[in-house]
């Protein structure tokens, strides 16, 4: 059964950086769409950025970034197979939120951040940015 296992949450002053990590496991296929989403109690899960990842591909491949987090948020292929990166800098107390790694099998595409795409889910690892 495929298990997503994220890393890096944490509390930061508005200004600075955490990196989260999330690596699927169990996964048997050449092909993987991840996903961050970030949510906060009483809205909807909001999605943060996806990358593809393909065998073929060792830097990874296409990726695509929320309006919120453009040129502040970089998704990157991790260095084990199957996992991501989300480098987030310049974090504001609105980035405040859980986050979760989602991945789904085959590419991302434009409909990227809906939820309804993804079958697999992490538990979520909390973000914390204070003023």
């Known amino acids: 059964q495929v298990h997503l296992a994220e890393s890096g949450g944490g509390s930061v002053q508005a200004g600075g950086s955490l990196r989260l990590s999330c690596a699927a496991s169990?996964?048997?296929?050449?092909?993987?769409?991840m996903a961050w989403f970030r949510q906060v109690p009483g809205k909807e899960r909001e999605g943060v950025a996806s990358i593809y990842l393909n065998v073929a591909l060792p830097n990874g491949g296409t990726s695509y970034s929320g309006d919120a987090v453009k040129g502040r948020f970089i998704i990157s292929k991790g260095s084990a197979k199957n996992s991501a990166y989300l480098q987030m800098h310049m974090l504001k107390p609105e980035d405040t939120a859980m986050y979760y790694c989602?991945?789904?099998?085959?590419?991302?595409?434009?409909?990227?951040?809906?939820?309804?795409?993804?079958?697999?889910w992490g538990q979520g690892t909390q973000v914390t940015v204070s003023s």
């Open positions: 169990a996964y048997k296929y050449p092909s993987i769409c």
């Open positions: 989602a991945a789904r099998a085959g590419a991302c595409s434009d409909s990227w951040s809906l939820t309804s795409r993804y079958e697999y």
